[in-house]
C-alpha cells in the first residue's frame, strides 16, 4: 500500500469521517478511496479553521484533520495553525512536503521547521515504512495532555512510495491525569474557607465534558461562577449563580464580584493574560486548576494549584468539600444569588435601551438581542468575530447549554469564524450555527461562504456592515479624517447570492426578527443564509475599569 493510503487508512481507524483539505496533497484523493468524506475549501485558513471546530465542539472526542500542499499551501496555512495552538486546539495538519532530494534546501518552505512554534508535536517523515510510526505518535499527542495542533509533513515521493507489509496501526487511547490528593485537600480547604469565592471556569471544562461537576461545585459551594471567552457556555448563564462570561466587555456583576473576591478558583484555565479575556485583579488569593503545569503560576502568581483532568480534579474537589460541609450547602445561596441579581438588574436597565433600540442604521444590540430571541439558544452553536461584533455579543448572549458558543481570542484573526460555525455544522448537523461578523471580518474569509453552499454546510451567517473598522476608528483619528483609512464597502447580501447561498439585506429594526426566521427556514432546506444588517458604527461597550 502507498503511503497516502496508510495514513488513509489510520485516519479512518481514528475514527475520521472527513478530511478538510486543499490540492494537491496525495492523502486527499487516497482518503476519498476509503469513503472519507472530503472537503475542499477556498483558502486553507478557513478549512483549518473548520477542523478546528469539529475538535472544539465535539470536546476532542473527534479530531479535525486537515491536509494541503506543500510550498503555497503550508506558506498560506500559518494564520490557521497559528490561530488553533493560540487558543489550545487539537487538530491533525497533514501538509506535503517537498520531495526529498528539495526537502529542506532554500528557499523551500519546510513545515517541519516553519510550523516548530505553532504546534505541540512537528515531524517530518522521510521513509515511508515511517508512517505508521509518526501517525500513531502525532494522534497519541493530539489526545492527551494539552490539546494544540499536532503536524506530521509528507515529502510528495515518499507518499507516493510502498509501505512495507504487515505494517500496524491501533487507534491511540485517550488518558485522563488525575491531581494529586494532598492538593486537592488544600484547595477545598481554601473553597470551603473563603467569604466571597468566585469559580473561573476555562475550557478545560468543556474538554473534560466536566459541566455537572462543575454545577454541583457552585451549588454545594453557594459561590457565582464566570467563565473564559473559551470556556463559555460551560455554566449555565441562565442559572441565578451565574456572572455571565469573561471577555474584553462584561457583565456588571461579574465585575463587582472579582473585584470583592477573597478567592478565585480557577477551573480547566489558563489565566493568561489577554486583551480578550476578563484582567485578574491583582491582590487576589489564587487557586488554579488546570490540565497543563506550564500555566501555572505563569500570569498570575497563585497561592494553591492542581494538574489534572478537569473532570477528575472536580470529582475529588466534590468528594472533599462535601466532606468538610457535610453533605449541604450552607445557607450563602439567597444571599450571594440576590446580590447577583440586584447587579444584573441595573446593568440590563443600561444596557435595555441599546438592545432594544428602533433606529436607523440599525444597533448591532438591537440585531444581537432580536437574534438571541428567535433563535433555539440551547440547540444553536453560535460564535463571534474579532472585532466589535466580539465584544457587543459575548456579555449578553446567555447560553444554556455546553458547548453552545463558541468563544475565542488568545489571537483574534479576523474571519475565524466562518469556518468556525461551518465545522460545528459539519459536527452537528442537527444544530443551527451562526457566526457573527463584521465587514471587515468577512474581507477575510468571505469567500469560503461559497464552500459552505458547495459542500452543503448550511449556516447562518450574521453580518453587521457599518461600513467601517469601527473598533478602530478611535486609534485612527487622522488616517480616517484625512484618508478615510477605517473606511470599507460592499453589498454582502448579493455576494452571498452570487455565490449560491441565500443573501438578504436588513436596514429596518422590524425586519429583523422575520428575515432571520426566512434565513433560518433557509438553513433547514440546506442553504447557507447571509444576513447583512446595516448598523451604526458604534463605539460603546459594557468594559469596566
Ligand atoms: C488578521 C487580523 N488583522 C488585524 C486585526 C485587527 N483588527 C481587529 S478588529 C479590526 C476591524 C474590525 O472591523 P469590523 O469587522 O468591520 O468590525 P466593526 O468594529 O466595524 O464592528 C481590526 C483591523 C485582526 N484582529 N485580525
Ligand atoms: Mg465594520
Same mark, same amino acid.
Request: hydrophobic share 40%.
Given at each position: 500500500m502507498k503511503a497516502a493510503s496508510v495514513v488513509a487508512n489510520i485516519l479512518k481507524r481514528e475514527g475520521v469521517e472527513f478530511l478538510i483539505g486543499y490540492p494537491v496533497n496525495q492523502i486527499i484523493e487516497a482518503a476519498a478511496e476509503v469513503d472519507i468524506r472530503t472537503i475542499i475549501v477556498r483558502q486553507e485558513r478557513t478549512g483549518l479553521h473548520m477542523a478546528d471546530a469539529v475538535s472544539r465542539v465535539t470536546s476532542g472526542d473527534r479530531i479535525g484533520v486537515f491536509a494541503m500542499q506543500h510550498g503555497p499551501g503550508t506558506e498560506n496555512s500559518f494564520g490557521g495553525v497559528a490561530q488553533a495552538f493560540g487558543d489550545s486546539v487539537p487538530i491533525v495538519v497533514l501538509p506535503g512536503g517537498y520531495p526529498r532530494k528539495l526537502?529542506?534546501?532554500?528557499?523551500?518552505?519546510?513545515?517541519?521547521?516553519?510550523?516548530?512554534?505553532? !504546534?505541540?508535536?512537528?515531524?517530518?517523515?522521510?521513509?515511508?515504512?515511517?508512517?505508521?510510526?509518526?501517525?500513531?505518535?502525532?494522534?497519541?499527542?493530539?489526545?492527551?495532555?494539552?490539546?494544540?495542533?499536532?503536524?506530521?509533513?509528507?515529502?510528495?515521493?515518499?507518499?507516493?512510495?510502498?509501505?512495507?507489509?504487515?505494517?500496524?496501526?491501533?487507534?491511540?487511547?485517550?488518558?485522563?491525569?488525575?491531581?494529586?490528593?494532598?492538593?486537592?485537600?488544600?484547595?477545598?480547604?481554601?473553597?470551603?474557607?473563603?467569604?466571597? @469565592?468566585?469559580?473561573?471556569?476555562?475550557?478545560?471544562?468543556?474538554?473534560? #465534558?466536566?459541566? #455537572?461537576?462543575?454545577?454541583?461545585?457552585?451549588?454545594? @459551594?453557594?459561590?457565582?461562577?464566570?467563565?473564559?471567552?473559551?470556556?463559555?457556555?460551560?455554566?449555565?448563564?441562565?442559572?441565578?449563580?451565574?456572572?455571565?462570561?469573561?471577555?474584553?466587555?462584561?457583565?456588571?456583576?461579574l465585575h463587582q464580584f472579582l473585584k470583592d473576591a477573597d478567592l478565585i478558583f480557577g477551573i480547566g484555565c489558563s489565566f493568561a493574560t489577554t486583551n480578550y479575556g476578563v484582567t485578574m485583579p491583582k491582590g487576589k488569593r489564587y487557586a488554579h486548576a488546570t490540565l497543563d503545569p506550564l500555566d501555572i503560576n505563569k500570569d498570575v502568581p497563585v497561592e494553591l494549584a492542581l494538574a489534572g483532568d478537569a473532570a477528575l480534579t472536580l470529582d475529588a474537589l466534590l468528594l472533599e468539600v462535601r466532606d468538610r460541609l457535610k453533605g449541604k450547602p450552607r445557607g450563602r445561596g439567597p444571599a450571594v444569588t440576590a446580590e447577583i441579581k440586584r447587579l444584573k438588574d441595573e446593568w440590563m436597565a443600561e444596557w435595555m435601551p441599546r438592545l432594544t433600540q428602533k433606529t436607523t442604521p440599525?444597533?448591532?444590540?438591537?440585531?444581537?438581542?432580536?437574534?438571541?430571541?428567535?433563535?433555539?439558544?440551547?440547540?444553536? +452553536?453560535?460564535?463571534?468575530?474579532?472585532?466589535?461584533?466580539?465584544?457587543?455579543?459575548?456579555?449578553?448572549?446567555?447560553?444554556?447549554?455546553?458547548?453552545?458558543?463558541?468563544?475565542?481570542?488568545?489571537?483574534?484573526?479576523?474571519?475565524?469564524?466562518?469556518?468556525?460555525?461551518?465545522?460545528? #455544522?459539519?459536527?452537528?448537523?442537527?444544530?443551527?450555527? +451562526?457566526?457573527?461578523?463584521?465587514?471587515?471580518?468577512?474581507?477575510?474569509?468571505?469567500?469560503?461562504?461559497?464552500?459552505?453552499?458547495?459542500?452543503? +454546510?448550511?449556516?447562518? !451567517?450574521?453580518l453587521l456592515n457599518n461600513f467601517s473598522m469601527a473598533i478602530e476608528l478611535k486609534v485612527m483619528k487622522a488616517a480616517t479624517e484625512k484618508y478615510r483609512s477605517t473606511d470599507i464597502s460592499g453589498n454582502y447580501a448579493d455576494f452571498a447570492k452570487a455565490l449560491g447561498g441565500w443573501g438578504e439585506r436588513v436596514t429596518q429594526p422590524d425586519d429583523i426578527v422575520p428575515a432571520i426566521k426566512r434565513a433560518m427556514a433557509k438553513t433547514r432546506e440546506g442553504t447557507p443564509a447571509l444576513l447583512e444588517f446595516i448598523t451604526e458604527k458604534a463605539e460603546d461597550f459594557s468594559i469596566f475599569g
Open positions: 526537502l529542506n534546501i532554500t528557499p523551500n518552505f519546510s513545515s517541519f521547521l516553519n510550523y516548530q512554534h505553532v !504546534t505541540k508535536w512537528a515531524e517530518q517523515v522521510v521513509l515511508p515504512e515511517s508512517v505508521p510510526d509518526a501517525m500513531r505518535r502525532a494522534f497519541t499527542q493530539v489526545k492527551n495532555g494539552r490539546p494544540r495542533p499536532v503536524l506530521v509533513e509528507i515529502p510528495v515521493d515518499v507518499m507516493r512510495e510502498e509501505v512495507p507489509d504487515g505494517w500496524q496501526y491501533k487507534p491511540t487511547p485517550k488518558l485522563r491525569v488525575a491531581p494529586d490528593p494532598k492538593s486537592v485537600s488544600e484547595v477545598a480547604a481554601a473553597l470551603v474557607g473563603a467569604e466571597r @469565592l468566585v469559580i473561573y471556569a476555562g475550557q478545560g471544562v468543556h474538554y473534560a #465534558k466536566a459541566w #455537572k461537576q462543575l454545577r454541583e461545585l457552585a451549588e454545594l @459551594l453557594e459561590a457565582p461562577v464566570t467563565t473564559s471567552l473559551q470556556g463559555k457556555s460551560a455554566f449555565p448563564e441562565s442559572h441565578p449563580l451565574s456572572l455571565g462570561s469573561g471577555g474584553r466587555s462584561i457583565s456588571k456583576q440599525l444597533s448591532p444590540y438591537r440585531v444581537l438581542w432580536d437574534l438571541m430571541h428567535t433563535v433555539d439558544v440551547a440547540n444553536t +452553536i453560535i460564535t463571534h468575530d474579532a472585532g466589535s461584533p466580539r465584544d457587543q455579543i459575548s456579555p449578553f448572549w446567555e447560553c444554556t447549554t455546553p458547548l453552545s458558543y463558541i468563544g475565542w481570542g488568545k489571537t483574534t484573526q479576523l474571519g475565524y469564524g466562518l469556518g468556525l460555525a461551518m465545522g460545528a #455544522k459539519l459536527a452537528h448537523p442537527d444544530k443551527l450555527c +451562526i457566526n457573527v461578523w463584521g465587514d471587515a471580518a468577512i474581507g477575510f474569509t468571505g469567500m469560503d461562504f461559497e464552500t459552505a453552499a458547495r459542500e452543503r +454546510i448550511p449556516i447562518l !451567517t450574521v
